[in-house]
Nanobody, 123 residues
Framework: QVHVVESGGGLVQAGGSLRLSCATSGFTFSNYARAWFRQAPGDEREAVAAIDDDGYVQYADSVKGRFTISPDNALNTLYLRMDSLKPEDTAKYYC?????????????????WGQGTQVTVSS
């Protein structure tokens, strides 16, 4: 049974940093596509960053140069380092995984999701 659990969210001032963690179990972590998405109230869920089983990484344009996705295959954990945070980064952040995807940054491609962790950036 696949489990996906996010942690690390919180309240931070603009310009600050946070690191989100996504602990997983029940599948071969390194063989899956793994991604971070986010959703603000009233908005659609949008991609933040993703990595495939070959280590290929994609970022949303809005976070390029500020966010870094990284997997720890030994711990079956996916991280999202977020620097230079802006108020518009405020959202609930979700971790998602899938055995195979056609497009890394499309939410509907992913099979398993966590419950999310809230990130709030104050101005």
């Amino acid at each position: 049974q696949v489990h996906v659990v996010e942690s690390g969210g919180g309240l931070v001032q603009a310009g600050g940093s946070l690191r989100l963690s996504c602990a997983t179990s029940g599948f071969t972590f390194s063989n899956y596509a793994r991604a971070w998405f986010r959703q603000a109230p009233g908005d659609e869920r949008e991609a933040v960053a993703a990595i495939d089983d070959d280590g290929y990484v994609q970022y949303a344009d809005s976070v390029k140069g500020r966010f870094t996705i990284s997997p720890d295959n030994a711990l079956n954990t996916l991280y999202l380092r977020m620097d230079s945070l802006k108020p518009e980064d405020t959202a609930k952040y979700y971790c998602a995984v899938a055995a195979w995807v056609r497009q890394l940054l499309i939410p509907s491609e992913y099979t398993y999701w966590g419950q999310g962790t809230q990130v709030t950036v104050s101005s």
